[in-house]
């Protein structure tokens, strides 16, 4: 048996070499302008002519530069040159859902902790698991990590697990039936506002009725509501769950918690407040998702639960970086203002 894995284990060498001096000589052609930028390679069969190796290895040679981005893989033409020579270490593939506050400081803080060592090309494919599968399957082995955030209400899965595990990188969510040992950094939404709610009990107990504003569309608001009735139903709280802010049952002693995407519902409730010469954080209480500079000021100050984008990214930097595996709980926190 000794012997056996031995020899396995020199055969797995030998066809790492093999694959190794495939690329070497192809960045040695590039190098030496015998192949120029936007110039197609030689094709699968002259390479396992001229090296005596298999497809699968001629394969594992071009995926490899592929991923460093040296060559690009047009559909039925072939390889071609995409540049001169290998800038970073790593390639990122970063797909987000869409662009705001939150992803935006997720990315600079991903680019500055990289930016040395990789590339990060950024993708948004806006809840559309089309666009979320095309731009997955196209770029499949054009990079060496996939950083994606999975928010579809569809079952994107095998798309996901179309991603070597330790490639594949999940910020903010941890889809369901992924294979593999692969990264997650992850928001736990039902318990955040659980433990959230928990923390401000004290400041809670002068109102007389907690609502949550769950817009539709939101992604999370299935486990976001799991935990808000959680804590409800635990410390014998009312409460309502509603769409949107609603003047219909807008009375003192109500405490809202929101989470729209464009905080439309801060908006109105504190236009409501006016109109009704409401005091915030005296006669009705509000609890804002994720911060922001606004936040911070307005209204003398909107009590937020926010996860640490930033501590987020540099999880992810450190996978990237570190080449390990990482599962990991996203720090979210509490900071109490006026508002409540």
């Given at each position: 048996?000794?012997?056996?894995?031995?020899?396995?284990?020199?055969?797995?060498?030998?066809?790492?070499?093999?694959?190794?001096?495939?690329?070497?000589?192809?960045?040695?052609?590039?190098?030496?302008?015998?192949?120029?930028?936007?110039?197609?390679?030689?094709?699968?069969?002259?390479?396992?002519?001229?090296?005596?190796?298999?497809?699968?290895?001629?394969?594992?040679?071009?995926?490899?530069?592929?991923?460093?981005?040296?060559?690009?893989?047009?559909?039925?033409?072939?390889?071609?040159?995409?540049?001169?020579?290998?800038?970073?270490?790593?390639?990122?593939?970063?797909?987000l859902?869409?662009?705001?506050?939150?992803?935006?400081k997720?990315?600079?803080?991903?680019?500055?902790?990289?930016?040395?060592?990789?590339?990060?090309d950024?993708?948004?494919?806006?809840?559309?698991?089309?666009?979320?599968?095309?731009?997955?399957?196209?770029?499949?082995?054009?990079?060496?990590?996939?950083?994606?955030?999975?928010?579809?209400?569809?079952?994107?899965?095998?798309?996901?697990?179309?991603?070597?595990?330790?490639?594949?990188?999940?910020?903010?969510?941890?889809?369901?039936?992924?294979?593999?040992?692969?990264?997650?950094?992850?928001?736990?939404f039902?318990?955040?506002?659980?433990?959230a709610?928990?923390?401000?009990?004290?400041?809670?107990?002068?109102?007389?009725?907690?609502?949550?504003?769950?817009?539709?569309?939101?992604?999370?608001?299935r486990?976001?509501?799991?935990?808000?009735?959680?804590?409800?139903?635990?410390?014998?709280?009312?409460?309502?769950?509603?769409?949107?802010?609603?003047?219909?049952?807008?009375?003192?002693?109500?405490?809202?918690?929101?989470?729209?995407?464009?905080?439309?519902?801060?908006?109105?409730?504190?236009?409501?407040?006016?109109?009704?010469?409401?005091?915030?954080?005296?006669?009705?209480?509000l609890?804002?998702?994720?911060?922001?500079?606004?936040?911070?000021?307005?209204?003398?100050?909107?009590?937020?639960?926010?996860?640490?984008?930033e501590?987020?990214?540099k999880?992810?930097?450190?996978?990237?970086?570190?080449?390990?595996?990482?599962?990991?709980?996203?720090?979210?926190?509490?900071?109490?203002?006026?508002?409540?």
């Amino acid at each position: 048996m000794e012997t056996k894995n031995l020899q396995e284990n020199r055969d797995s060498s030998a066809q790492r070499m093999k694959y190794l001096q495939l690329v070497d000589h192809i960045l040695q052609l590039i190098e030496r302008s015998e192949l120029q930028l936007n110039e197609r390679l030689p094709s699968l069969k002259q390479f396992e002519h001229q090296f005596g190796i298999s497809k699968e290895t001629v394969l594992k040679g071009l995926n490899y530069l592929l991923e460093k981005g040296i060559i690009e893989s047009v559909y039925r033409k072939g390889y071609y040159v995409r540049k001169k020579s290998v800038d970073h270490s790593f390639r990122v593939f970063l797909l987000l859902d869409k662009m705001n506050l939150m992803r935006d400081k997720f990315y600079h803080t991903l680019f500055e902790a990289i930016k040395d060592k990789a590339d990060i090309d950024v993708y948004f494919h806006h809840h559309n698991s089309k666009v979320f599968e095309k731009l997955i399957t196209e770029n499949i082995h054009s990079y060496t990590h996939f950083v994606i955030a999975a928010y579809l209400k569809e079952d994107v899965s095998t798309i996901l697990n179309s991603i070597p595990a330790p490639k594949r990188i999940l910020i903010d969510f941890d889809q369901a039936h992924l294979q593999g040992n692969y990264s997650s950094i992850y928001q736990d939404f039902k318990s955040d506002i659980y433990d959230a709610l928990s923390e401000v009990e004290a400041q809670l107990a002068k109102y007389k009725q907690l609502i949550l504003i769950v817009p539709p569309e939101a992604f999370h608001a299935r486990l976001v509501i799991e935990g808000f009735l959680q804590f409800c139903q635990e410390h014998q709280y009312p409460y309502i769950i509603q769409h949107e802010i609603s003047s219909a049952n807008f009375y003192r002693g109500n405490v809202y918690i929101t989470f729209s995407r464009y905080d439309t519902d801060d908006v109105a409730l504190i236009k409501l407040a006016r109109r009704k010469k409401y005091r915030l954080g005296e006669d009705i209480g509000l609890i804002s998702y994720n911060d922001t500079d606004v936040k911070e000021i307005l209204e003398g100050g909107i009590t937020v639960i926010s996860s640490d984008f930033e501590a987020m990214a540099k999880k992810v930097a450190e996978t990237i970086e570190g080449k390990k595996i990482i599962r990991h709980r996203n720090p979210t926190k509490l900071i109490l203002r006026n508002s409540l």
